[in-house]
């Protein structure tokens, strides 16, 4: 059983389409996170999720937009894709105030290029 | 504001050799650190995590970690390195409050040679 997963793991798209990452998490955890890793495998944070609620919001275009309907599903649509936004980005979710603190899980990723 | 330093972005072992893989940390508060593997086009796996118990944590595939906050170090330990470890490692700290983030190092490649 997959714990965190992602979908599609692979996108391929032109500049300025719009597009959407899937995650969903069947741990019952109720904190999600996203994050994007670079060409350098460089990992930083973009958003959090603690039951439905934003929590984290970095300094992200605002063309990216998180959206989660459910505590165990945390989307990413992007608008007006650029060349810029070509890298890996990870589902996390964990659950937090249980004495598990910080263990996050992580989804397999989801490799987009932008051409 | 917390930070996280790995020395080396790339070490290269013998198989059969001590993995040494080393990470700094700075935290106004004490922190929770962790690791993570990322074998070639897959997700973050939790090697092992320090969260203000015992200060050496043993892990998943014979590694371990010595929480040290006279040195402010987290250095990453394995007594014999296999051709499977080759991967990338993580170090990350975070605060102990709930839905922040892992504030990520930024790698050490991990080569093992026979």
């Known amino acids: 059983d997959t714990a965190v997963s992602q979908t599609p793991k692979y996108l391929v798209t032109q500049m300025g389409n719009d597009k959407s990452i899937k995650c969903e998490q069947n741990?019952?955890?109720?904190?999600m996170y996203w994050y994007k890793q670079d060409s350098k495998k460089f990992l930083k944070i973009m958003f959090s999720?603690?039951?439905?609620?934003?929590?984290i919001n970095e300094t992200v275009p605002n063309r990216f937009s998180p959206k989660s309907p459910d505590k165990a599903h945390l989307n990413l649509h992007i608008n007006s894709l650029e060349l810029g936004d070509s890298a890996v980005y990870f589902c996390?979710?964990?659950?937090?105030?249980?004495?598990?603190?910080?263990?996050?899980?992580f989804g397999p990723g989801t490799r987009l290029t932008v051409t | 504001a917390q930070s996280v330093t790995q020395l080396g972005s790339h070490v290269s072992v013998s198989e059969g050799a001590l993995v040494l893989l080393r990470c700094n940390y700075s935290?106004?508060?004490?922190?929770?650190l962790f690791w993570y593997v990322q074998y070639p086009n897959q997700g973050l796996q939790l090697l092992l995590k320090?969260?203000?118990?015992?200060?050496l944590v043993k892990g998943i595939n014979g590694f371990e970690a010595e929480f040290k906050k006279s040195e402010t170090s987290f250095h990453l330990t394995k007594p014999s390195a296999h051709m499977s470890d080759a991967a990338e490692y993580f170090c990350?700290?975070?605060?102990?409050?709930?839905?922040?983030?892992?504030?990520f190092g930024k790698g050490t490649t991990l080569s093992v040679s026979s």
């Open positions: 996390a979710s964990s659950q937090e105030g249980s004495g598990l603190w910080g263990e996050q899980y």
């Open positions: 741990l019952g955890h109720d904190t």
């Open positions: 999720y603690n039951n439905k609620e934003l929590i």
């Open positions: 935290s106004s508060v004490p922190p929770y």
């Open positions: 320090y969260t203000s118990a015992a200060t």
């Open positions: 990350a700290v975070r605060f102990n409050q709930a839905g922040t983030a892992l504030i």
